[in-house]
């Protein structure tokens, strides 16, 4: 089935750029879970939860989600900020690929992710502190952590590239 990996953090951690970098270097497709989201919307994250709010879109990410976990082959999915506390969620990604964290502490992520008039394009930014307070009991259970402010991109991706292939358990 070749390597498939899932990377899990917060909004603005470089789960998309690390991303990017760990499927080139595993020959593998990457996937990006709120690209999928935004394509089969036609719309932006931010218009999704203007018009259908957080429900909406986790509903949308949801089955989106179950649409990537059928696929089959080499595979980097990153997910959404939000992705792993969705009622269900870790467990089914959990029986399809094991999951690296990626971490930064929240006050890199709110330089990252910007205030005000930047911060349409992630609609939780705003709540960042109190998403990490709440989130980072499940990412300290799901996986090893790597830490993305202390490396650069194309390094973290190498660590992630070589737990896997030392007992990452990459399927």
């Known amino acids: 089935?070749?390597?498939r990996v899932a990377?899990?953090?917060?909004?603005g951690v470089g789960k998309s750029t690390i991303g990017r970098l760990l499927a080139a270097r595993l020959d593998a497709?990457?996937?990006?879970?709120?690209?999928?989201?935004?394509?089969?919307?036609?719309?932006?994250?931010?218009?999704?939860?203007?018009?259908?709010?957080?429900?909406?879109?986790?509903?949308?990410?949801?089955?989106?989600?179950?649409?990537v976990l059928t696929r089959t082959g080499p595979m980097v999915l990153s997910?959404?900020?939000?992705?792993?506390?969705?009622?269900?969620?870790?467990?089914?990604?959990?029986?399809?690929?094991?999951?690296?964290?990626?971490?930064?502490?929240?006050?890199?992520?709110?330089?990252r992710c910007g205030r005000g008039a930047g911060t349409e394009a992630r609609p939780l930014a705003g709540r960042l502190a109190a998403l990490a307070?709440?989130?980072?009991?499940?990412?300290?259970?799901?996986?090893?952590g790597f830490w993305t402010h202390e490396a650069p991109a194309p390094v973290v991706a190498d660590q992630i590239a070589r737990w896997l292939g030392e007992g990452g358990d990459g399927c």
């Open 29 to 67: 497709r990457f996937l990006d879970l709120d690209a999928l989201v935004e394509a089969e919307a036609g719309v932006s994250i931010a218009a999704i939860f203007a018009r259908e709010g957080e429900g909406g879109f986790r509903a949308r990410e949801a089955r989106a989600l179950e649409s």
């Open 79 to 111: 997910l959404g900020g939000g992705t792993l506390h969705q009622p269900g969620a870790h467990a089914r990604i959990a029986a399809a690929m094991p999951v690296a964290v990626l971490r930064a502490p929240v006050e890199v992520l709110v330089a």
């Open 1 to 3: 089935m070749g390597r």
């Open 133 to 144: 307070a709440a989130r980072s009991p499940l990412l300290d259970a799901v996986g090893p």
């Open 7 to 11: 990377l899990a953090g917060l909004m």
